[in-house]
């Protein structure tokens, strides 16, 4: 098995070494010394074929900070974290230090409560692989029925549900720590602090892949007893009717994972036009040091389509790459002026040297979202962070020029081949007017229910454009209507659309149709 997974992932690699030495002492305790040392034999040659990738590994994760329980009961210290995590704080006030308290504050933040392990529910775990009462009760049911043949695998499954808890007990999700649990270490924090590797592990409910393993051969063995003292009908009865409950779990246990939205393969055509436009590097807007919402946890995806190379850096675990990314950045005003676009306000400042050194370094697109992924499944950040608003939306026409494509999903806009180095540009902002809207979605949370043929008004106090993000919750019709004229929004539930509206005189606002109509409307702003 660690043969086989090495070259795949290094970190089921590091599980399959556990699970690995859990069989071998279970064979030494049992007294079966020649099985011991095959085992060891066949571990040994499978480290061997691996230690090529080490270095690799050492790459992909630098060496782990320190962790301690001083800093996991630490409320400022989960305020500085959340800042990093959710892309909110300034990219200039990353460093080494921060960024090492975030690697540490990983550990905890991934480490399995005990009421998550008991439900099955656990927010931060993709893998949905907390076992939860249902896999504890085949567990339990294996280990009675099974007698001493199942002891070894209740031993690796205790084991490996211990070190899933992480460093320190964790009644709850919520941090920080309770001061009372720092008195407490468990066997991971002394594993993650002596053993070689072992802090590889950051994420110790990913331990529980070893834990489901288990219970689930414990089941079998169970099963398996039961099977020579009851009818053979009865046991095919028993362990269907287990299997359906197992099976649709899923649907039925903890936070329903099944139930939950799939992610959309679909690349928009956005991403064929830039495929088909000469080579040079791109640089997405807004730009994140931090993948804060599926929409910018997406821009590697897109990139299989259109094959060039993006400027982006989305591991905060690579440390190395990650301060490299920001001390690129801070050096040029124009990629700095970038740097989450949606949620910083002007000024913006930078020089025709800014962009003329981007051109030498091999860059040629930008390139401007106007339909993002709605995050429905809510990742670190807020989905405001995807949304870029006035005056960074005219700001791409004006310095750039006009796109070279364009369409519903967004431009992409060319850098000049030529630029005068001490031209000069800041964009101050002063033209524009936010609005504040009393349904804004984002900043009260409120939807917005519009009757059949309902109405409401946007804004009527004049300007040159009115603009703002919408998002649909149903799939009746809104139109936008000004004087007599009347325009029907392209908003889909699964998207935020940037809709921009030239003014003409008279009021504006949204018209429902006949059905009536649900949307969320964000970040309305007027144009002088």
Not at 176 to 193: Q, T, V
Request: charged share 20%; proline share 7%; net charge neutral.
């Amino acid at each position: 098995m660690l043969a086989v997974t090495g070259p795949f992932n290094w970190y089921y690699t590091l599980f399959s070494g556990m699970l690995g030495l859990g069989f071998l002492l279970w064979q030494l305790v049992e007294g079966r010394r020649q099985a011991a040392a095959w085992m060891l034999c066949a571990m040994a040659v499978a480290a061997l074929s691996n230690a090529p990738l080490i270095p690799l590994v050492r790459q992909e994760t630098p060496t782990r900070p320190s962790i301690s329980a001083a800093l996991f009961s630490d409320a400022a210290a989960w305020t500085r974290v959340d800042a990093i995590t959710n892309g909110g704080a300034p990219l200039s006030e990353l460093s080494l230090a921060r960024t090492e308290e975030v690697d540490a504050i990983q550990v905890y933040r991934n480490a399995t409560a005990i009421g998550s392990l008991v439900e099955a529910r656990f927010t931060v775990n993709p893998l949905r692989s907390t076992p939860g009462a249902l896999a504890f009760g085949v567990g339990l049911f294996g280990l009675v029925a099974g007698r001493r043949r199942s002891l070894g695998w209740a031993a690796i499954a205790l084991g490996a549900t211990v070190l899933t808890l992480g460093p320190f007990l964790a009644l709850d999700e919520r941090p920080p720590m309770d001061r009372w649990a720092g008195a407490f270490p468990l066997p991971y924090y002394w594993a993650y602090e002596h053993l070689p590797f072992f802090s590889k592990a950051y994420r110790p409910y990913r331990i529980g892949v070893i834990t489901l393993t288990c219970l689930g051969a414990l089941g079998a063995v169970g099963t398996a007893a039961v099977a020579t003292e009851l009818r053979r009908r009865w046991v095919i009865l028993g362990v269907a009717l287990l299997s359906v409950v197992g099976f649709s779990q899923p649907l039925w246990s903890g936070d329903q994972p099944a139930r939950r939205p799939l992610s959309d393969a679909r690349i928009p055509d956005l991403y064929g036009a830039l495929g088909e436009l000469p080579p040079g590097a791109v640089v997405e807007v807004p730009l994140q040091y931090q993948p804060t919402t599926i929409a910018n946890a997406r821009y590697q995806y897109n990139q299989t389509r259109h094959k060039h190379p993006v400027l982006n850096c989305n591991q905060l675990i690579r440390r190395t790459d990650l301060l490299a990314f920001r001390d690129y950045v801070l050096e040029n005003a124009f990629l700095s002026a970038m740097v989450d676009l949606a949620r910083s306000r002007p000024p913006y400042r930078f020089t025709g040297a800014d962009l003329a050194r981007m051109r030498e370094d091999g860059f040629a697109y930008v390139v401007v979202r106007h339909r993002v992924e709605a995050d429905l499944l809510s990742l670190a950040g807020e989905a405001r962070g995807d949304l870029v608003v006035e005056p960074a939306m005219s700001l791409f026409p004006a310095v750039l020029g006009e796109p070279v494509f364009t369409d519903l999903d967004g431009s992409i806009y060319r850098l000049p081949d030529r630029v005068e180095a001490t031209r000069s540009w800041v964009i101050d902002g002063e033209e524009v007017v936010d609005v504040d809207f009393p349904f804004d979605a984002l900043r009260y949370l409120l939807p917005l229910h519009l009757p059949p043929r309902g109405g409401l008004p946007l804004w009527d106090e004049g300007g040159r454009q009115l603009s703002f993000w919408a998002r649909a919750l149903s799939e009746e019709p809104v139109y936008v209507e000004q004087g007599e004229a009347r325009t029907l929004l392209r908003i889909d539930p699964a998207h935020w659309t940037w809709q921009r509206i030239p003014l003409t005189d008279g009021p504006v606002g949204l018209v429902a149709g006949e059905g009536g109509a649900r949307l969320e409307i964000t970040q309305v702003q007027v144009l002088r």
